[in-house]
Structure formats: structure tokens, C-alpha cells
Nanobody
Framework: VQLQASGGGLVQAGGSLRLSCAASGFQFDYYAFGWFRQAPGKEREGVAC????????FYRESVKGRITISRDVAKNTVYLEMNDLKPEDTAVYYC????????????????????WGQGTLVTVSS
């Protein structure tokens, strides 16, 4: 099982980045996915999640309207499109996969996630 996150980098405030999470070693279309982040000195927090069908999504309030999660079954990849980035978005971003417990399962509860990838660093300068 592998979740490979990429796409992080240094960007100015107001800029955009797209993170990718390539999944392998398990049935991609069965799992829901989430993106989490951990800023320096802070606890990890959920950012966005998407159901296994892709039809349901959920976002933390502070990123609504700026960040979009999506998935591509053909590529076994989950994306996090981030626009209008702010310095407070600076963090290491992690992707994770969760086995669904109901139809259109979405959650930002970390203990619901079975697999985690390594992080990718996003730095937003002011």
C-alpha cells in the first residue's frame, strides 16, 4: 500500500498549487480519501475529503471556496486544488484513505483513515 503525495512548494500569498496523491496497492475506487495538514507547532487537522464515488465532498470551514478536492479513478490519484493561498495555509499536507462505513462516506476524523502517505510541504509567503 502506498500513497505518494506531491506538488507542494513555495508560493506567494494569493497564489495557487495543486497537490496530487497517487495511490497503489489497494482498491482505489473502494476508498474515500482525505487531505490533512499540520502546521509548525500545531496539531494535524483535516482539510477536505471525498467519497469513494466522488459525488460527496466535505471541507473545513476555513478553506471553503478556495480549495477543491477531486479524484481520478483512471489515474488512481486524488487532487487538492488550492487557490488564493494564505500564509496560514502553510503546512505539511498529507493524504489518507478510509474504508467507507456507509454510502457516500466522508469524514475528517483521523481515526477513520486506514492508510496514510508521507507529507508534502506547502509554504505560503506573505
Amino acid at each position: 500500500v502506498q500513497l505518494q503525495a506531491s506538488g507542494g512548494g513555495l508560493v506567494q500569498a494569493g497564489g495557487s498549487l495543486r497537490l496530487s496523491c497517487a495511490a497503489s496497492g489497494f482498491q482505489f475506487d473502494y476508498y474515500a480519501f482525505g487531505w490533512f495538514r499540520q502546521a509548525p507547532g500545531k496539531e494535524r487537522e483535516g482539510v477536505a475529503c471525498i467519497s469513494n464515488s466522488g459525488d460527496s465532498t466535505f471541507y473545513r470551514e476555513s478553506v471553503k471556496g478556495r480549495i477543491t478536492i477531486s479524484r481520478d479513478v483512471a489515474k488512481n490519484t486524488v487532487y487538492l486544488e488550492m487557490n488564493d493561498l494564505k500564509p496560514e495555509d502553510t503546512a505539511v499536507y498529507y493524504c489518507a484513505a478510509a474504508a467507507p462505513t456507509y454510502t457516500e462516506f466522508v469524514t475528517l476524523l483521523e481515526d477513520q483513515y486506514n492508510y496514510w502517505g508521507q507529507g508534502t510541504l506547502v509554504t505560503v509567503s506573505s
